[in-house]
Every structure is written in C-alpha cells, then in structure tokens.
C-alpha cells in the first residue's frame, strides 16, 4: 500500500513483468476468459431472439423506397444514386448497411448516411430521424418544410410536428402512419400499396405547427 | 410470424430474408424492443433530472457549479468566489464527499479530499450537451463514491458542433469573459473542433461589506475529435487544458509567535487531460465500449502543493442475452499518484507521495418480467482499493409502468465511500488556543489538530427508494422521488489524549478520523415541468431533507453537530418565456432555508434574463443574478479555514455570435 516517494505516476505499470501476483495480469486473464464464455453463450442464445426492432425497421426503410416517387429534380442525373440519411443516434448498428448493400431501386444505388443536426440535410431523398432527436423535431421540420425528402419518424409526436411516416410501435409490431398532407406538400407520391398497409393519419395542409 | 420463420428457415441470413418480404409481412413482426437503452427519462428506475443545452443558455450560467442549482435535490453554496459547496441529498461540506462527478466519461472526484474542485471543472459551455443528475447512489454502475448521487456532465459530438462561435461578455461580478469555438471536417468521417475560453471573476464581499481578497481568473482550452472509419466503429478523442490564478486568504499556524497568522496568498491550478474511446456496434442492442484517459492536476499554495496524476481504462459491453434479458458487464482500473511536495505546521501528508491502485468489475442485468410493464435491474460493483480491499456494490431497481403517462419505480442499493488521502495520511492543524485564558489556562500555546488514520474504513449506504412519474396531460410532467437512507460508518473526529512532546513551546491537541458516526437521512423531491403555452415554459421543484446522525458508543466526535448543516427545504420556480420581436424573458426565483448549524439565513433569490436573437447567428444577452439583495452568505467552510465571504449582486452582458 505504502509507495516510497516517486515523481513516476506509471511506476505501477511496470512492475507487472516482476510481480506474478500482480492484480492486473489477473484481471486480464479473468476477462479474456470471461470474454470468451461469454461469447459461446450468446451464440447459444441467439438462436431464439426474434429480429430485433432495428433490423425489421431498416427492411421497412427499404421497402419505403420503393413505393415513393420523388419528383424528377431529385435526381439530376439518370444514375444518381437514393441517398438514405439517419439523423441523429444510429440504433442499426451496421445491419442497415449490410441490408441494402448491392441493392438497386429502379436502377439507382442506395446510398446510406449518418448524419447530426447542423449538418446539410437538403441532398437526401429520405431522412430518418431517429427517437434522440425529439426534442429537436420542430426545428428540424422547419428547416426541411419544402424540401422534397421524405421524413421518416419513430416518436409519438412525429406526424403532429409535420412528420411524413412514423414507424409506430404498437403490440411489439411495427405499424407504419402516413401523413398524406405532409407528402403532398412535399411533392412525393405515395403509391397505394403502401397506403392500403399504413395508417393514414389525417393533417390538412398547413396546419402544422412549430 | 409466419412470414419470418420461412425466413429463417432458408439458408439466407435474417437480414436478407427480412429485406425480401413485404412490407405486409414487415408490419406482422413481433419485434424486440431496444428502445430501454436510449433510456428515455419517463423510464429510468433511478431519480433523475436532466439540465439540457437550453437550460444552460437560457439560465444564464457561466460556470457549471452554477448550473447544477436548476437540480432538485441537490444543495449548492457557494463558499467564496472560487469554493462552492455541493452535494445530493446531505452532507454538504467545502469537500462534500459523496458525489461523483464525471466530465464526457472521465472522473473528476479527487481522491485527495474525496470531493471534487468545482472551480477548476470546467468547459465550453455552449458545447455542453446535457448534465444529468442523479440523486441517490449509483454504485453499481459508477462505482464507490456514487454514493448520494453522480453528476454526469456530457458534451455534444464534434459533428454536432461544426461552425465557428464567439462569445463576449462584461458586467460586474464578471469582469470579462471571452470564448471562440471551430468546428470543421477532417476528411470523409473524421470531425474536430477546438476552443479557448478566458475569464476573470471579482471577489466576493466581506461581512463588513468589503471586498474579499477571492478574485480569480482562468484561461482554458481543449479539442474533440470524433471519427467514424467504418460504420459501427466511433473513435473519439478529446482533452483540455487549463492554468489560473485565484486570490485566496489562509489561516496558517505555526509553532512560534505569533502562532496565527491570516495571509494572502494565491492558488496557481493548472491541469491536462485526454481522453481517447473507441465504440464499437456489433448489433441495435450490443455494443462495446472502451475508452482510457490520463488527467493532471496541479493545485499549489503557500502551505500546500499537490501533483495529482490519474490514468484511467474501462471497457463494457452489453448485449441481449434471451429475449428478456440485457445484460452490461465491464471492468476497469485506476491508478492514482497524489504528490504533495509541501509539507508545513499547518498542513502535510505523510507519506508525501502516494498511489493507489482501482479494480473493479461490474455485471448488471436488465429483466422484463412483463412486457412493457415490469422490469426488473438487478447488479453489483465489484471493486478493489487499496486502502479496505474488496468493496460488493449490489443494486436491484424495479420499474412498473401500469400504463403509458405513469411508470413506478423502486430501489434497494449498497454503496460505499472508501477512505480518501486526508482521511489517512493527513495532519491538518486548524484551531490555535491562546495561553493562559478562560475556560482553560493552558501553560503554553495549544494547537488543535486533526491527524488521519490509516485504520480508517469506508462509509457504508443502504438506501431504499421510491418514486413515481406522471404526466396527466400533454403540457404537463410530474416527477417524484423519496427516500431513506441508512448510513453506517460515517466519518467521526475523536479527541485523543493531548500530546505534551513540544511542551513548552506548545501543546498538541490531536484528533483523528475514525468511522465511529451512523445515522439516517429521509426526504423527497418533486419536480414538474408546464408548458402553459407554446411561448411560456414553466419548471419547479421542491426538495425536503431530514438529516439525523448519532455517535457510536465511546465516540466523542465533534463534527457530527456540524454535519447536520444541510438544509431542510429548497424551492426553486423558472419562467422561460418566448416574446415577440425575438426576445425571450427568463426568470428564476429560489427560496433555500436556512443553515442552522452555519448560522446562515434563509434566503430568496432572483435571477433574471433577458435576451434578443435577431438573427440565427446573432445573440444578445443581459442577465442579473442574485437581484433582491445587495448580498448575503450560502455557505461557510469547516476544516480548512479562509475567509467567510457573501455573494453579491451582479450584472452582465453578454454577446454571442454564430458562423
């Protein structure tokens, strides 16, 4: 307990290769051992989980893209590529990328971004804003009213902020809501398909407040 | 379902096999929720309370100790110019001992006192994200010392912060303050920014009136750099350094005439840190965390100079385990080296030189007993010092949520407070009593000591707790908590035989810390947040703390009288409201009851603000501070002795601009 006076902060590091009862080689073995169960035992257990809300989220995100038209000016070239943005926390870990890697919708590659509030939002063609930033929702609404993105939510309060589809929890399922006011101003078109699977949640234009 | 297990019978992956059904089929699933990680606070089985950006702008704040008297529950004083008094739920003192403090992952508690500097944490306050509070322990996750509550204070990303920002300002207790902030992009995935901030603060005033001799001032700077090579990988590093100078009188003592003397002297602080943390998401509910940094302190007076280093590692992970189950484990060390090169009459460390060494490993399960319903956290801190050896900080947490707009929660939780350096290696002089005088004639001058003891143990919790959150309508949120906790242990002072060995040049009267004090603490805290109109916001709190302490049999402690010097009620009332022409009036009003044991009075105060925003980029600010009096006293200080000084009125403008 007692150390002699020393102006070296690190000197208990070094002495590990002298000390074969030196607490942190312990601890080091104890965890890689750990480390190890643990991993066996989760890949036991992984069998039975159901996919996780994030990984039916982002096939849901995908499959959206498929049943919008955006006008023509969002792509300024034949090949431009359907750039996906999440804004805010990225819940998907890396499934969402694995998801739509190599994927193409109507010949046009899928691009996805992460991306904070404060950064250029305008370029995407579909922004996810993810369950951190709700306390932001208004102000994120106000910058891209006009904009011809499609927003997609995950908070109660997502479609009454002027939001375009909220990913609804309802019963551990995922329930899509669509605001038909909010796509229509935004010039998107939503195919019937989608309509007749979401719940299509009245806002008349304009009623939307911040 | 159906559609999922045809899924999952293929050979695809899931991933593939969930990309190619229909978006029918999609809605169909039942899916695992990881929503309870990014906890929102209607679901937090602890008492919680978030002071967000908007606080801190609106507030007018311009240190973080400040800040923190938006919290219910918790007591801060302010001691003098530089010194502030804070705790959670009791036992506020200069060094209160049983808060941790944590600044984006890094500790800031000193070991050496076991409290924290409030004058030296520090940062661009703009680029703060949240501070969290939580009141009631939080061992089993943070750690000893979590023992009334942690203080988690977290900066926003450097992403989120990209941009210039210049902010000025001047006023009367703020003589000049300036801070700038870039934030730019290094590369595809890699953000950065860096800032500076200076001020220089006026010294507070005397009983008399006079101004004190506590006027301080500092300079500081520090950077973030947030990467993101691949995807699920987030590597961040960040660090700040500081130097400054703050005015202070001391007591010090001495063996010969005049035995006494009050001095003014000035404290230089300076200190560094990094911070480096790499993140890893395997999946929505897995993640790895492992971060490790390095912090330097230096604090330096006429009778005391301390070089504290600290290097820190830790590692966690968590990942679902079943489908009602999520369990996070982790472990860490700390190695410590607290330096204190001056060692005098009237205070000294022996040794001088001393490192410590941390160990811990945590493991906490979250189970959902019923869906959506109840949940239950259960955990333990396993944690190695070397002053008591193994601590077990164990907590279980039950959170019932009957249904959406209510949620119960109670906890039983175990923490500790392990013995810091002054409690073991200290000698600390701070009474001097004259020959010769009533009620005692001493033969010869006398010296009232307090001498650490290396026997001394850590401070033991229990602490039960409930509380409830309702929101009854949209505009309105109610938060209430209560508790009672049971405290073994506490720090006692007994007096010892005096010690003639100097005799005649003086008399020692030594005392020591022992454990030998026990007592409970009982209250409860009520916060509510009203957004009346979509203009006018309403928050306020009311705080109530019974403090009860006993002596051991045998103990003959003379500070337990002192630390019952908590106060009994708190009430705190803010008005945010947004005007036309792009004003917004801010109000704030509190009402503290008195310090019995200080002999402080109650008092109210009221702190106001103006401020105009003509333009996104353009932010005019006039705030007033403490406006009903011309000044009166918060808090004294107990073993070390510098002036009793009062807070005073004050004024300042401020200038923010954005590019």
């Given at each position: 307990m007692n150390t002699p006076p020393s102006a070296n902060p690190w000197r208990p590091l070094t002495q590990c290769s002298r000390q074969p009862t030196c607490w942190g080689c312990y601890g080091l073995s104890f965890l890689l051992l750990f480390a190890g169960l643990w991993a066996d035992l989760v890949a036991l257990c992984a069998e039975t989980v159901p996919p996780g809300e994030y990984q039916v989220k982002a096939a849901i995100l995908y499959k959206l893209t498929k049943y919008v038209d955006w006008p023509p000016p969002s792509f300024p070239f034949t090949n431009s590529p359907l750039i996906l943005v999440i804004l805010g926390q990225d819940n998907f870990g890396d499934d969402f990328k694995r998801m739509i890697e190599e994927k193409a919708i109507n010949g046009r590659k899928l691009v996805l971004k992460r991306m904070a509030w404060g950064e250029e939002l305008k370029p995407a063609h579909l922004i996810f804003v993810s369950a951190s930033e709700k306390k932001r929702l208004p102000e994120i609404m106000d910058k891209l009213r006009g904009a011809n993105v499609l927003t997609v939510g995950e908070s109660d309060s997502f479609i009454a902020l002027g939001g375009m589809i909220n990913l609804a929890m309802k019963d551990n399922k995922i329930r899509p809501e669509v605001n038909l006011a909010a796509t229509e101003r935004a010039h998107l078109q939503i195919s019937s398909k989608l309509l007749s699977i979401a719940q299509v949640v009245g806002q008349k234009p304009g009623e939307n407040k911040n | 379902m159906v559609g999922f297990s045809q899924g999952f019978d293929s050979p695809k992956s899931p991933l593939s096999a969930l990309a190619e059904m229909s978006l029918e089929d999609l809605t169909k699933i039942e899916v695992t929720s990881v929503s309870k990680h990014k906890e929102q606070l209607a679901d937090a089985p602890a008492a919680i309370f978030v002071i967000t950006q908007e606080d801190l702008r609106r507030s007018g704040v311009t240190t973080i100790a400040e800040a923190l008297r938006m919290a219910p529950g918790l007591e801060v004083g302010r001691v003098d110019a530089h010194n502030w008094a804070i705790t959670s739920r009791g036992f506020n003192e200069l060094y209160a001992n049983k808060l941790l403090v944590v600044i984006d992952g890094r500790s800031v508690y000193t070991p050496l006192f076991s409290g924290v500097h409030w004058d030296v944490q520090d940062t661009m306050l703009e680029d703060i994200d949240q501070i969290e509070v939580i009141r009631g322990p939080g061992a089993t996750l943070w750690g000893a010392n979590a023992v009334n509550g942690v203080i988690n204070i977290t900066t926003k990303s450097a992403k989120e912060t990209q941009g210039g920002l210049l902010s000025g300002g001047y006023g009367t207790e703020e003589k000049g303050f300036g801070s700038a902030r870039y934030g730019g992009k290094l590369g595809n995935d890699a953000y950065y920014r860096v800032y500076g901030k200076y001020f220089n603060r006026d010294s507070s005033a005397l009983p008399s009136g006079r101004q004190a001799n506590d006027a301080w001032d500092m300079y500081r700077g520090g950077f973030r750099t947030d990467w993101e090579p691949t995807a699920p990988n987030l590597l961040t590093l960040q660090g700040d350094v500081y130097v400054g100078t703050e005015n202070q009188t001391e007591t010090l003592f001495m063996p010969a005439s005049p035995y006494t003397n009050m001095v003014p002297d000035k404290t230089h602080v300076a200190g560094a840190n990094v911070v480096g943390r790499w993140t890893h998401t395997f999946s929505a509910d897995s993640d790895f965390k492992f971060q490790m940094y390095y912090d330097g302190a230096n604090r330096e007076t006429a009778f005391f100079k301390e070089n504290l280093n600290t290097l820190d590692f830790e590692l966690q992970y968590r990942h679902a385990l079943g489908r009602w189950q999520d369990v996070t484990w982790g472990a860490g060390c700390r190695y410590t080296d607290s330096a204190n090169s001056r060692s005098n009459f009237t205070l000294a460390f022996i040794p001088p030189d001393r490192v410590t060494r941390i160990f811990n490993a945590f493991v906490q399960d979250e189970i959902t007993l019923m869906k959506e319903r109840l949940r239950l956290t259960v955990g333990s801190k396993f944690e190695n010092n070397d002053y008591t050896g193994l601590e077990i900080q164990p907590s279980a947490r039950l959170l019932w949520t009957p249904h959406e707009g209510h949620s119960v929660w109670t906890s039983f939780s175990r923490a500790v407070r392990t013995p810091s350096r002054?409690?073991?290696?200290?000698?600390?002089?701070?009474?001097?009593?004259?020959?010769?005088?009533?009620?005692?004639?001493?033969?010869?001058?006398?010296?009232?000591?307090?001498?650490?003891?290396?026997?001394?143990?850590?401070?033991?919790?229990?602490?039960?707790?409930?509380?409830?959150?309702?929101?009854?309508?949209?505009?309105?949120?109610?938060?209430?908590?209560?508790?009672?906790?049971?405290?073994?242990?506490?720090?006692?002072?007994?007096?010892?035989?005096?010690?003639?060995?100097?005799?005649?040049?003086?008399?020692?009267?030594?005392?020591?810390?022992?454990?030998?004090?026990?007592?409970?603490?009982?209250?409860?805290?009520?916060?509510?947040?009203?957004?009346?109109?979509?203009?006018?916001?309403?928050?306020?709190?009311?705080?109530?703390?019974?403090?009860?302490?006993?002596?051991?049999?045998?103990?003959?402690?003379?500070?337990?009288?002192?630390?019952?010097?908590?106060?009994?009620?708190?009430?705190?009332?803010?008005?945010?409201?947004?005007?036309?022409?792009?004003?917004?009036?801010?109000?704030?009003?509190?009402?503290?009851?008195?310090?019995?044991?200080?002999?402080?009075?109650?008092?109210?105060?009221?702190?106001?603000?103006?401020?105009?925003?003509?333009?996104?980029?353009?932010?005019?600010?006039?705030?007033?501070?403490?406006?009903?009096?011309?000044?009166?006293?918060?808090?004294?200080?107990?073993?070390?002795?510098?002036?009793?000084?009062?807070?005073?009125?004050?004024?300042?403008?401020?200038i923010t601009l954005r590019f």
């Open positions: - | 002054a409690e073991v290696d200290s000698r600390i002089v701070n009474t001097n009593l004259s020959p010769g005088v009533p009620p005692f004639f001493l033969p010869a001058p006398g010296f009232g000591v307090v001498e650490g003891n290396p026997a001394f143990e850590s401070e033991v919790l229990l602490a039960y707790e409930v509380g409830y959150r309702v929101q009854p309508m949209d505009r309105l949120s109610l938060d209430f908590a209560a508790f009672y906790n049971d405290y073994d242990r506490l720090r006692s002072v007994e007096s010892r035989p005096a010690d003639f060995s100097s005799f005649p040049a003086y008399i020692r009267f030594p005392n020591v810390f022992q454990n030998n004090l026990k007592g409970e603490t009982y209250g409860g805290e009520l916060a509510a947040n009203f957004q009346a109109t979509d203009w006018w916001r309403w928050r306020g709190s009311y705080s109530y703390l019974q403090v009860q302490l006993r002596r051991k049999p045998g103990s003959t402690d003379i500070l337990s009288q002192a630390a019952e010097g908590d106060t009994h009620h708190q009430v705190a009332l803010r008005s945010f409201m947004d005007l036309p022409y792009h004003l917004q009036l801010d109000c704030t009003g509190r009402y503290v009851d008195r310090l019995a044991n200080q002999h402080i009075p109650s008092y109210v105060s009221l702190d106001l603000r103006l401020g105009w925003r003509p333009t996104r980029n353009l932010e005019l600010a006039i705030v007033g501070t403490d406006l009903l009096d011309k000044r009166h006293p918060e808090f004294t200080q107990s073993i070390i002795r510098f002036q009793n000084t009062q807070l005073e009125r004050a004024v300042y403008g401020r």
